[in-house]
């Protein structure tokens, strides 16, 4: 029987059959596209990230926009280098031979969303699964309705309609999706969908990357120059209202520095959004009230020292800082997803890294130290899709770095070159010498 989302899904196949996504022309063509329709709508994706999530103007564009187009213009800038065949040394006894492995397209993707970046998570892989010759079918989150209509709006004005698809709605349309054979699934979002769409995948034999979230602790050390750390802090934690799947989750240091962690944090948080967050045109808002009302219940977590202000009304909840909490309390337990920043107390290095590596393996990893050992030891000895130091969240801003977690954090990785290798099939090729 005949219904919208397999008659999607057979188009965009079909399309994908004659071969004309090949080529590096129609690549650079639905690339370009892409680029224009961010930089000529750039106005409709802030108003609709603002109706969504609250954002203000000048996030919406850094993290949206300006992100994705940098993205496009890294494999613009690349493509031919990134497609071009690489030779592979052959052994001896195979001299005479050559051997290379070349890039193939896998053919039609999928692309599941999330709301909290809805544009840039969609329109991230997009570029990268275009970048690699396929056809993409893109199905935003309904959690963020206006940028979703707004994708399924421009996209077929700007992009090859037979090839590129947007696909709007919730679990059951998703549900109808996930039953379509596809030939790589690029879901970003919770765990728990995760293995749904992990699942259906089976099924095909599909091959998945799953981009999820978790905690990302923050090492704070004694020699940290804390006015800094709550710079860097209060711009990546409250960013979003919190809601970003690499927005440091909680903050592990020692007794002698975390009140002084807290007043700088303190200091911060009214530095940049004033006596009343709720009046900062920077500060977004919870994106629905279930969410609200869970981050409600964790302030109960531990002391609130900083904010803690809220309002179910708007889903306005402040920046907020809580101490004394202890390491299995509630707001321990699962990820944050939300402006509140708990501070653990450990005693030092060796506890915090038995701290972290009895939870899951986060997303990333932050920590500030001047001290290169401990620099080592962390890496060393702990599990993470990404570690910086001194830097939280600044790894996406190095196009040429994978992004991507590990173990409950997620597989597979993309950006840049390794968008190319996860959107492509690596064929290796043997040409011996004497047969033709
Ligand atoms: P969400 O609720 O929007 O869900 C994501 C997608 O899954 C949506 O498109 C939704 O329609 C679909 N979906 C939901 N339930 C489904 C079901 N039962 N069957 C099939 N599809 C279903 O977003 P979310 O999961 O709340 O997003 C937040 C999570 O995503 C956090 O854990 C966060 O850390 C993670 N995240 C990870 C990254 C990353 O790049 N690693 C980025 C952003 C968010």
């Known amino acids: 029987m005949s219904d919208p989302v397999t008659d999607t899904a057979a188009r965009l196949r079909a399309t994908f059959r004659t071969g004309r996504t090949q080529g590096n022309d129609w690549r650079t063509r639905q690339l370009t596209a892409l680029r224009a329709l961010l930089t000529e709508h750039r106005g409709d994706f802030v108003a609709a990230l603002h109706a969504d999530l609250g954002k203000g103007e000048e996030e919406a564009v850094r993290t949206e926009v300006a992100f994705t187009v940098r993205e496009i213009d890294h494999a613009l800038a690349h493509l031919d280098a990134w497609t071009r065949p690489a030779p592979a040394p052959v052994p001896e006894r195979l001299a005479g031979s050559t051997a ?5 397209p896998l053919g039609v993707v999928l692309v599941i969303g999330p709301w909290n970046y809805p544009a840039q998570l969609v329109l991230a892989p997009l570029a990268g699964a275009l970048a690699a010759g396929n056809c993409v079918l893109v199905k935003p989150s309904e959690l963020a309705p206006a940028t979703s209509a707004l994708l399924a709006r421009l996209v077929p004005h700007f992009l090859d309609r037979d090839a590129v698809a947007v696909v709007e709605g919730g679990i059951p349309e998703t549900t109808a999706l996930l039953a379509q054979r596809f030939d790589h699934i690029f879901y970003t979002g919770n765990g728990a969908v995760g293995r749904v769409v992990m699942r259906a995948a089976a099924e095909h034999l ?6 999820l979230g978790g905690k990302s602790p923050v090492f704070v050390d004694r020699d940290a120059d804390l006015a ?8 990546t934690k409250y960013m979003n209202a919190g809601q970003t799947c690499v927005a440091p989750d909680y903050v592990l240091t020692d007794p002698g520095t975390a009140p002084r962690l807290v007043a700088a944090l303190a200091a911060e948080i009214r530095a940049v959004h004033g006596e009343d967050a709720a009046a900062s ?6 994106v629905n009230e279930r969410h609200f009302d869970r981050l ?3 302030l109960d977590s531990g002391t609130v020292a900083v904010g803690g202000g809220r309002d179910r009304a708007t889903r306005y909840l402040a920046p907020t800082v809580l101490t004394g909490v202890s390491p299995d309390a509630p707001v321990m337990r699962e990820e944050i997803f939300g402006p509140i920043l708990p501070i653990v107390e450990v005693p030092g290095l060796d506890e915090a890294i038995a701290f972290i590596v009895a939870r899951d393996k986060p997303l990333a990893l932050y920590a500030f130290t001047g001290s290169a050992t401990t620099r080592d030891r962390l890496l060393a000895e702990t599990s993470s ?3 910086t130091f001194g830097a939280p969240v600044a790894h996406l801003g190095v196009p040429d770095l994978p ?13 840049g070159p390794y968008s190319m290798e996860t959107f492509s099939h690596r064929k290796a090729v043997l040409a011996a010498p004497g047969t033709v």
């Open 100 to 104: 290379w492995s070349v890039l193939e």
């Open 206 to 211: 599909t091959p998945v990357t799953l981009e």
């Open 228 to 235: 800094e750390v709550a710079t860097r802090l209060v711009a």
């Open 281 to 286: 045109p920077a500060y977004g808002r919870i």
């Open 296 to 298: 409600s219940g964790l």
């Open 385 to 387: 899709g990404a570690v």
């Open 403 to 415: 992004f991507g977690g590990v173990g409950e954090s997620g597989m597979g990785n993309y950006h």
